[in-house]
């Protein structure tokens, strides 16, 4: 991956908190012995982990043994087809993750996620089946109702003052029943399997040099954006990154990258799904840790008062997290739609009751994004998604019941949550998490 889960503008090398000014223990500025050498940097990694903060090592190494697990009580886990499976499997959930992200990282969250998806999937397939509206057309109209809906939840939130938390609980069950009021108490619409929306989850690139070609632009498109940064870091007289660092991370993302393509190359190609899921999460991470607005997130997420008076446009702000939340939903929610070619009450329900809510809050946050806000990076939500959706395919091929993975899925989540208080309480002196 090109950057670590749980990152943040800090990690980038500006030093302390996003806005806040303070400095962490096990983070802030690097020091001269992480700029000398690896040993250096491995020295401040365990300090982190001494002090309680997370990483992705720590997920990755997760993953790897729920991966073991697995293949040892199934030989096709790990086959070709169930890996590809996977990689369009995660994007619904992971896509609904990103936008929680967004919301997390000012210190909110957004209940709602899980009815707008269900949302949009309908207002498509009504459009579309029913209307005769053209494909492409109500896909636009079903990505805007989410961003509609965003925004006006976070007009709620930013301009009268009501709660997130009550917006988008009321959120939930609203469009919910507008869902359902729009497909009708038994009306299943099936779309059509040859159609845009369908060949979202069905389309491969099927020649070889395609998935290969995106490793050999991901691993190189990292190496380029590090070196360029920590030369202009250098410059500047700032914190950087040591050369050794660089290649050793490039190195690891080449690996990944281009075992990933082989393995995928082993079946069908690269998944279109998977193409746009990756594309979402390289243009968000850029726009939270490269850009102006994206530091003013961060500022947000590490305290209301002290970005009011930096000159955050605070309402303004939580308004866009939201839209951007509603809008990653309403896609999200396309592609649900097109892994089962249709929307039905049913699946209307299953969103509405939460199951797609508590795993996108569940990707997010066990891939490193703090509920407490300031802490995240899009990026966190690819490890966590397949966490969450690994253990759902280890279940589906041994059988296991539904309740079982949802009592393991809860319990995942409830160690991060707990991972995520802890390694606040080690940075805050009085021993207490700081709200965010």
Avoid: C
């Avoid at 660092?245 to 995928?264: D, K, N, Q, S």
């Amino acid at each position: 991956m090109a950057v670590s889960g749980g990152g943040s503008p800090r990690d980038a090398g500006t030093g302390g908190g996003a806005g806040t000014g303070t400095a962490t223990p096990g983070r802030g500025p690097r020091t001269r012995g992480w700029q000398r050498s690896l040993k250096g940097y491995a020295d401040e990694v365990r300090g982190r982990v001494r002090v309680g903060e997370r990483g992705p090592i720590l997920v990755v190494l997760g993953l790897i043994v729920i991966w073991l697990i697995f293949q040892s009580l199934d030989d096709n886990f790990l086959s070709p087809r169930n890996l590809s499976n996977l990689s369009v499997e995660i994007v619904g959930t992971g896509l609904v993750a990103v936008g929680i992200v967004f919301v997390l990282l000012i210190g909110e969250i957004d209940l709602s996620v899980g009815s707008v998806s269900g949302l949009s999937g309908a207002v498509f397939a009504v459009l579309n089946v029913n209307l005769g509206m053209p494909e492409w057309l109500a896909v636009i109209v079903g990505v805007a109702s989410g961003m509609a809906v965003g925004a006006f939840q976070g007009a709620f939130f930013a301009w009268l003052g009501v709660p997130a938390f009550v917006v988008t609980l009321a959120g939930l069950l609203v469009w919910n029943g507008l869902t359902l009021y729009l497909l009708g108490a038994s009306g299943t619409i099936n779309i059509d399997e040859e159609g845009l929306v369908a060949s979202l989850t069905s389309e491969y690139f099927g020649a070889m040099a395609v998935a290969y070609g995106l490793a050999a632009i991901g691993t190189a498109g990292y190496l380029l954006a590090a070196l360029r940064h920590r030369n202009r870091n250098k410059a500047a007289g700032m914190p950087n990154r040591p050369l050794s660092e660089i290649w050793v991370r490039g190195g690891a993302l080449a690996v990944l990258a281009f075992g990933t393509a082989h393995t995928l190359n082993r079946f069908q190609g690269l998944p279109l799904a998977l193409l746009i899921f990756l594309v979402v999460l390289v243009v968000s991470d850029y726009v939270l840790r490269r850009t102006r607005y994206g530091r003013k997130v961060y500022a947000l997420g590490g305290g209301v008062e002290a970005a009011r008076r930096a000159g955050v446009g605070v309402e303004r702000v939580r308004i866009a997290m939201f839209m951007v939340s509603g809008t990653l939903a309403a896609i999200g929610g396309l592609f649900v739609a097109s892994g089962l070619t249709s929307a039905s009450p049913t699946t209307a329900r299953a969103a509405g009751s939460g199951m797609l809510l508590i795993n996108a809050i569940a990707a997010a946050v066990i891939g490193g994004t703090s509920l407490f806000g300031g802490r995240g990076s899009p990026w966190s939500v690819l490890l966590g998604v397949l966490v969450i959706q690994s253990i759902a395919s280890g279940m589906a091929l041994l059988g296991v019941e539904d309740s079982v993975q949802f009592m393991i899925t809860g319990g995942v989540l409830l160690a991060a949550v707990a991972a995520d208080s802890l390694s606040r309480r080690a940075e805050t002196p009085g021993g207490r998490p700081r709200a965010g």
